[in-house]
Protein backbone atom coordinates (compact mmCIF):
# COMPACT_ATOMS: atom_id res chain seq x y z
CA UNK A 1 0.00 0.00 0.00
CA UNK A 2 1.42 3.42 -0.85
CA UNK A 3 0.96 6.30 1.75
CA UNK A 4 0.22 9.56 0.72
CA UNK A 5 1.06 12.47 3.08
CA UNK A 6 0.42 16.55 2.85
CA UNK A 7 1.90 19.06 4.63
CA UNK A 8 2.35 22.78 4.88
CA UNK A 9 -1.40 24.13 5.41
CA UNK A 10 -2.35 26.92 7.59
CA UNK A 11 -4.55 29.95 7.97
CA UNK A 12 -3.17 33.06 6.40
CA UNK A 13 -4.14 36.53 5.39
CA UNK A 14 -5.20 37.00 1.64
CA UNK A 15 -2.39 38.16 -0.58
CA UNK A 16 -0.05 35.84 1.65
CA UNK A 17 1.95 32.51 0.75
CA UNK A 18 2.35 29.27 1.57
CA UNK A 19 3.77 25.88 0.58
CA UNK A 20 2.81 22.55 0.46
CA UNK A 21 4.63 18.80 0.03
CA UNK A 22 3.62 15.48 -0.48
CA UNK A 23 5.40 13.01 0.34
CA UNK A 24 4.78 8.95 -1.11
CA UNK A 25 6.20 6.13 0.38
CA UNK A 26 8.15 3.69 -1.79
CA UNK A 27 9.49 5.47 -3.94
CA UNK A 28 5.83 5.79 -5.82
CA UNK A 29 6.29 8.94 -7.86
CA UNK A 30 8.85 7.66 -10.16
CA UNK A 31 7.68 7.88 -13.84
CA UNK A 32 4.43 8.98 -12.82
CA UNK A 33 2.64 12.46 -13.56
CA UNK A 34 1.57 13.87 -9.87
CA UNK A 35 -1.38 16.26 -9.75
CA UNK A 36 -2.62 18.32 -6.55
CA UNK A 37 -6.22 18.57 -5.88
CA UNK A 38 -8.60 20.75 -3.87
CA UNK A 39 -11.96 20.31 -2.39
CA UNK A 40 -14.24 22.95 -0.80
CA UNK A 41 -17.24 22.51 1.62
CA UNK A 42 -19.88 21.40 -1.21
CA UNK A 43 -17.69 21.63 -4.17
CA UNK A 44 -16.23 18.30 -5.68
CA UNK A 45 -12.61 17.59 -5.65
CA UNK A 46 -11.17 19.75 -8.64
CA UNK A 47 -7.47 19.16 -10.02
CA UNK A 48 -5.48 22.27 -9.56
CA UNK A 49 -2.02 21.31 -10.89
CA UNK A 50 -0.41 18.79 -12.66
CA UNK A 51 3.50 17.87 -13.34
CA UNK A 52 4.48 15.02 -15.14
CA UNK A 53 8.04 12.83 -14.70
CA UNK A 54 9.31 14.84 -17.62
CA UNK A 55 8.76 18.09 -15.87
CA UNK A 56 5.63 19.26 -18.14
CA UNK A 57 3.53 21.62 -16.24
CA UNK A 58 -0.28 22.33 -16.32
CA UNK A 59 -2.60 24.65 -13.80
CA UNK A 60 -6.74 25.16 -13.82
CA UNK A 61 -7.27 28.93 -14.91
CA UNK A 62 -8.51 29.74 -11.01
CA UNK A 63 -4.79 29.24 -9.73
CA UNK A 64 -2.66 30.11 -13.05
CA UNK A 65 -0.09 32.97 -12.24
CA UNK A 66 -0.49 32.56 -8.43
CA UNK A 67 0.64 28.89 -8.16
CA UNK A 68 3.80 26.51 -8.91
CA UNK A 69 4.32 23.08 -8.65
CA UNK A 70 7.62 21.58 -8.31
CA UNK A 71 9.19 18.00 -8.11
CA UNK A 72 12.18 16.56 -6.34
CA UNK A 73 12.23 12.87 -7.88
CA UNK A 74 14.86 11.85 -5.59
CA UNK A 75 12.41 12.72 -2.55
CA UNK A 76 9.87 11.56 -4.10
CA UNK A 77 8.36 14.66 -3.18
CA UNK A 78 6.27 16.78 -4.90
CA UNK A 79 5.24 20.37 -4.07
CA UNK A 80 2.88 23.63 -4.40
CA UNK A 81 4.00 26.77 -4.23
CA UNK A 82 1.15 29.38 -3.71
CA UNK A 83 1.55 32.94 -3.79
CA UNK A 84 -1.37 35.67 -3.51
CA UNK A 85 -3.56 33.85 -1.58
CA UNK A 86 -7.26 34.58 -2.12
CA UNK A 87 -10.21 33.27 0.28
CA UNK A 88 -11.16 31.00 -2.87
CA UNK A 89 -8.74 29.29 -2.29
CA UNK A 90 -9.80 27.82 0.69
CA UNK A 91 -9.78 23.93 0.91
CA UNK A 92 -8.39 21.05 1.77
CA UNK A 93 -5.66 20.54 -0.64
CA UNK A 94 -4.66 16.35 -1.51
CA UNK A 95 -2.33 14.91 -3.96
CA UNK A 96 -2.39 11.80 -6.59
CA UNK A 97 -2.83 10.92 -9.81
CA UNK A 98 -4.03 13.21 -12.20
CA UNK A 99 -5.36 10.18 -14.38
CA UNK A 100 -8.20 8.04 -13.97
CA UNK A 101 -9.92 6.97 -10.98
CA UNK A 102 -7.93 3.28 -11.64
CA UNK A 103 -4.51 4.93 -11.45
CA UNK A 104 -4.70 6.62 -8.39
CA UNK A 105 -3.50 5.90 -5.01
CA UNK A 106 -5.37 5.65 -1.97
CA UNK A 107 -6.36 9.24 -0.79
CA UNK A 108 -4.16 11.10 2.16
CA UNK A 109 -5.28 13.07 4.77
CA UNK A 110 -4.75 16.14 3.37
CA UNK A 111 -3.66 19.60 4.14
CA UNK A 112 -6.06 22.69 5.27
CA UNK A 113 -5.56 25.80 3.86
CA UNK A 114 -7.91 28.18 5.52
CA UNK A 115 -7.46 32.02 3.55
CA UNK A 116 -8.89 35.01 5.32
CA UNK A 117 -10.50 38.13 4.48
Known amino acids: QVSLVESGGGLVQAGGSLRLSCAASRNAFTFQSIGWYRQAPGNQRELVAR???????NYADSVKGRFTISRDNAKSTVYLQMDNLEPEDTAVYFCNSPLGPGYRWQWGQGTRVTVSS
Open 51 to 57: ITWGGAI
